[in-house]
T-cell receptor, first 116, second 112 residues
Framework: DAGVIQSPRHEVTEMGQEVTLRCKPISGHDYLFWYRQTMMRGLELLIYFNNNVPIDDSGMPEDRFSAKMPNASFSTLKIQPSEPRDSAVYFC??????????????FGPGTRLTVT | RKEVEQDPGPFNVPEGATVAFNCTYSNSASQSFFWYRQDCRKEPKLLMSVYSSGNEDGRFTAQLNRASQYISLLIRDSKLSDSATYLCVVSPFSGSARQLTFGSGTQLTVLP
């Protein structure tokens, strides 16, 4: 089975540009999570969805960040405008509440974002 | 104070050694506990869940002390392939992987 798929794997952009990160969760999973990882702050939860509905976005750093999940197989994380401090690895993860639990989160390979 | 605190290491140990990692968490309402492993420039992957009674998976043993809000991971007979960063993870939900809070990780290098 395919795991969590993220694209692009690497993104280099200039400050002020819009960046869109994409994620396809594992089929059948009803939870989707967006994380950001930096050396300074470690792995931080930005937002998560349950059945395509955003449940907790308290980790989203500011209004420049937005996330959507239009259907069960696709989610986007958008940064507009991007800033150098947004440089990080962004992970998408998914999990299922239908298995016996505890419910493992499966991570995608990440998108390495560099904003110059 | 961070919600989950770990000694960042690095721990450099010879093959075959036994190594232990510790982790403390600040939220006494935490209900689920995990250890994840992250290889260099890769995504985190679940290593094992941690149960109150302690649990073992091959060479790996995890312990939880709720009174002290302390979690440990013991690796016996370490292998070169165990070299990675080990992330201590907690959740406020029982039996659930929602809203995981990750520690900053402990880096392990197993030397030949």
């Amino acid at each position: 089975d395919a795991g969590v798929i993220q694209s692009p794997r690497h993104e280099v952009t200039e400050m002020g540009q819009e960046v869109t990160l994409r994620c396809k969760p594992i089929s059948g999973h009803d939870y989707l999570f967006w994380y950001r990882q930096t050396m300074m702050r470690g792995l931080e939860l930005l937002i998560y969805f349950n059945n395509n509905v955003p449940i907790d976005d308290s980790g989203m750093p500011e209004d420049r960040f937005s996330a959507k999940m239009p259907n069960a197989s696709f989610s986007t994380l958008k940064i507009q405008p991007s800033e150098p401090r947004d440089s990080a690895v962004y992970f998408c993860a998914s999990s299922s509440s239908h298995s016996g639990g505890p419910y493992e989160q499966y991570f995608g390979p990440g998108t390495r974002l560099t904003v110059t | 104070r961070k919600e989950v605190e770990q000694d960042p290491g690095p721990f450099n140990v010879p093959e075959g050694a036994t190594v232990a990692f510790n982790c403390t968490y600040s939220n006494s309402a935490s209900q689920s506990f995990f250890w994840y492993r992250q290889d260099c420039r890769k995504e985190p992957k679940l290593l094992m869940s941690v149960y109150s009674s302690g649990n073992e998976d091959g060479r790996f043993t995890a312990q939880l002390n709720r009174a002290s809000q302390y979690i440990s991971l013991l690796i016996r007979d370490s292998k070169l392939s165990d070299s990675a960063t080990y992330l201590c993870v907690v959740s406020p939900f029982s039996g659930s992987a929602r809203q995981l809070t990750f520690g900053s990780g402990t880096q392990l290098t197993v030397l030949p």
